[in-house]
């Protein structure tokens, strides 16, 4: 056997592995932060939480806590901090989701929505990573244009949170539903292809995403539900 065949044999097989030992981490990592992410909404619901009064402060104070939080999530990577911090970074969405969980709850069937929503956000998850397991190809182009749909579905958002124009809004929830689905299929396919090997942030990727796909999947249910 040609001894360069044999070294790209084992190389190859190193380089999966190290991809395989990247996409099991996350996934694991993905599945413990559910846990203060779940004990964050269940405070914010037990003590009411509203939020801090316009939309424009929340909005300001969620973006701002994001980037806070990435950045230091980012910082700290490679160490078990970033783990802790990550997991805070969780708690800390877990109980901004509370007050859309509490407005959803307070409706008589608010629960079934949830469920709906939890159900709709698995089966959407399950199918962009079969997508995903099939595109053996970097999608690294497709990230300038999902920043892009993101800036301006943004922006038509809230457009219609300031017009109160609900036909707008359901437009928007539809939108960012499919382009967070589609940044999954980004998101796993940088770590199956290996174009991100450390798994706290191939967690934060994935987790930010699913995120955005349930709160908006349960934003679209609300408001269109006769209650």
Request: charged share 5%.
């Amino acid at each position: 056997m040609d001894i360069n065949n044999v070294t790209h044999i084992s190389t190859g097989g190193t380089l999966a592995s190290s991809q395989n030992r990247v996409l099991r981490n996350t996934y694991m990592l993905l599945a413990i932060s559910m846990v203060p992410t779940i004990a964050g909404a269940a405070l914010g619901v037990s003590l009411g939480f509203k939020g801090f009064g316009p939309w424009w402060m929340n909005l300001m104070v969620l973006i701002g806590s994001v980037m806070g939080f990435t950045y230091a999530i980012e910082r700290t990577k490679n160490s078990g901090a970033g783990v802790a911090v990550l997991l805070a970074f969780t708690f800390f969405m877990g109980f901004w989701l509370s007050v859309l969980l509490g407005r959803v709850l307070a409706m008589k069937d608010g629960a079934t929505l949830i469920s709906y929503a939890f159900g709709g956000t698995a089966l959407i998850f399950a199918g962009m990573a079969t997508i995903a397991s099939t595109i053996k190809t970097q999608l690294t182009g497709m990230s300038k244009f999902l920043w892009i749909g993101f800036g301006v579905i943004l922006v038509a958002a809230i457009g219609g949170i300031v017009l109160q124009m609900p036909a707008l809004m359901i437009a928007c929830s539809v939108l960012f539903i499919g382009l967070f689905s589609a940044w999954l299929v980004y998101d796993l396919n940088q770590i199956i292809t290996g174009g991100e090997t450390n798994y706290v942030s191939a967690t934060l990727s994935l987790y930010i995403n699913i995120f955005n796909i349930f709160s908006n999947l349960l934003s679209l249910l609300g408001i269109t539900n006769s209650d």
